[in-house]
């Protein structure tokens, strides 16, 4: 189906936690491949699998060694074929992760081209001559900490790392490199996968100059956990030379109709930049990390949407409220006294009816929350860098709970991660077919927005005050109008030219044209005349 990504729900599937059918206590492709026909029942459209490829796990699989092979901790690529005939045998489509900023430091071409200045693969990576004082060429930072520039003895110089000093940069002014990508694309595109996900798709380029960044310009009264944030990023990444690198990617895309989404790995702009990724003949979408902090507020959440389809009225957004690397959203807006399950139910209804596309992050249709971890349970290594603040990513990528047993359903072994009480409570045997379950809440919206006009109208945004959002999708017949009060304390408003609620609505009852919206309630309500809402 031409342009099936457009509007379509993506649910992300961490590998390693996921499902273990080895018995190694780590999640692995057979186990996916099991586990699919809960995520068609579910009635999400696609997958999107984070990095299942060769490496030494310094990163947990976002510092590749061979981008055209599986790691064994994983399975085989006979496995991943199984995963592809699965998927699009139950109607899945199926989006995996290519991590191509950066490679292991274990990959053959680092290797090679830190062995002298004048080799082949030389040129493959960010080399630069250190300062007159033996210091490093710029002041840039690692996301991980420190500088993002590291010595190397071999070849006298120091080498360019946004993440780990085990994730060096590759090299992408040279056109070698970028050949070399689209042929990692090929490979996977020609086993049957139907797109990508671009990890950190504004980081391929840096400034040749290798110009100092200059302070964030937004003050800051004091200094932040991760001093990355301290920085604003102008010469280290954000290149236009990108939106070059995404076109010659978007003509490969094109030959095999193969979807695309970018990460934007941005705090600055972000919501702009994600059109600009996005405008035509570049990604078909692109997400960043906005709506994945602390703010739950219609002004915030309106700002954003409108913001971007304003702003990019050619591009296209796909929304999320949580992945790997971000606290669990529940665990992050549950502090206003809400209940887990009300907002749980809400935040999915919310995004669900968001225009453009959606990924959901395992679990989340659990209701699930955040994992308290003790420092000696941590592998992330940004996790362990900034201990114990900034929370680290473990916490969220702890296994998928299926059922009540021991070690939760996941595997037949202790997990890699712990799966604690208060995230064992929240299992998939325990609310499939119960009514008012988040699982079923979710099931319900998803099939709501499949339905009718929140996949394909337009949105309009109603000036009500906080703490309610409303918004409009569509016009004239199947009209949609969206209402959800963003707080635990009730509110009333008066309503003409609606229908009484409809779909998987919660909490709100309407009466004589008033509507009463309990606790985080979620009201859809058909327009059926003049549209009139007042509070």
């Excluded at 006979?78 to 992760?97: C, N, P, Q, Y």
């Excluded at 339905?451 to 109208?457: D, I, K, N």
């Excluded at 009209?479 to 008066?494: G, H, K, Y």
């Amino acid at each position: 189906m031409q342009d099936w990504w457009r509007g379509a729900v993506t649910y992300q599937v961490y590998p390693r936690s996921f499902q273990d059918d080895s018995g190694d206590g780590i999640g692995d492709l057979p186990g996916i491949t099991r586990r699919l026909p809960y995520l068609a029942d579910l009635g999400v459209e696609a997958v999107w699998l984070s990095p299942f490829f060769r490496s030494p796990m310094k990163d947990m699989g976002y510092d590749v060694s061979d981008y055209c092979d599986v790691d064994p901790v994983f399975g085989t690529l006979d496995d991943f074929d199984a995963v592809v005939a699965r998927a699009h045998g139950l109607g899945l489509k199926v989006i995996i992760d290519q991590v191509l900023s950066h490679t292991s430091d274990q990959h053959p071409a680092f290797a090679e081209s830190r062995a002298s200045r004048d080799n082949p693969k030389a040129d493959w990576y960010v080399w630069a001559d250190p300062r007159p004082d033996g210091s490093p060429p710029s002041n840039w930072l690692s996301v991980f900490g420190g500088s993002a520039w590291a010595w190397d003895a071999r070849r006298k110089q120091y080498y360019l790392h946004n993440f780990l000093t085990s994730q060096p940069d590759l090299n992408y002014h040279n056109p070698e490199v970028q050949d070399w990508a689209l042929g990692n694309l090929r490979f996977w595109l020609d086993r049957g996968v139907d797109g990508f996900r671009f990890d950190t798709v504004n980081y391929f380029f840096h400034d040749l100059q290798f110009r100092d960044n200059p302070a964030d310009y937004r003050v800051k009264t004091e200094a932040e956990g991760n001093p990355y944030g301290m920085q604003y990023h102008l010469f280290d990444k954000n290149q236009p030379e990108n939106l070059d690198w995404m076109e010659r990617i978007r003509v490969v895309l094109d030959e095999y109709g193969a979807a695309s989404v970018g990460e934007m790995g941005e705090s600055h702009h972000a919501i702009r930049m994600m059109g600009e990724y996005t405008a035509p003949g570049r990604l078909h979408q692109c997400y960043s990390f906005e709506l994945m902090g602390y703010d739950y507020s219609a002004e915030f959440f309106r700002s954003r949407v409108e913001g971007f389809f304003s702003g990019a009225p050619d591009g296209w957004p796909m929304w999320a409220f949580s992945n790997h690397d971000v606290v669990r959203h529940v665990s992050r807006w549950a502090k206003n006294g809400a209940s887990q399950e009300d907002l749980a139910k809400q935040a999915g209804s919310l995004l669900l009816a968001f225009e453009g596309s959606i990924c959901l992050w395992q679990g989340e249709e659990l209701g699930q929350t955040d994992t308290e971890l003790a420092f000696e349970d941590l592998t992330d290594p940004q996790g362990i860098a900034f201990w114990p603040e900034p929370v680290g990513r473990d916490n969220t990528r702890t296994p998928m709970v299926w059922d009540g047993s021991d070690f939760a359903g996941f595997s037949t072994a202790r997990p890699w991660l712990p799966v604690k009480p208060e995230q064992a409570a929240r299992h998939v045997e325990g609310q499939a077919g119960a009514q008012g379950s988040v699982l079923e809440h979710y099931r319900a919206m998803l099939a709501f927005r499949k339905s009718g006009v929140l996949r394909t109208g337009r949105t309009r945004f109603l000036d009500l005050g906080e703490p309610v959002l409303a918004f409009q999708r569509g016009e004239g017949d199947g009209a949609l109008l969206c209402l959800f009060n963003l707080s635990p304390i009730a509110r009333v408003l008066t309503l003409d030219g609606v229908g009484p609620p409809v779909g998987p609505s919660q909490h709100a009852v309407l009466e004589d044209g008033r509507l009463r919206l309990g606790p985080n309630a979620v009201a859809f309500l058909p327009v059926t005349g003049a549209l009139r809402v007042t509070d």
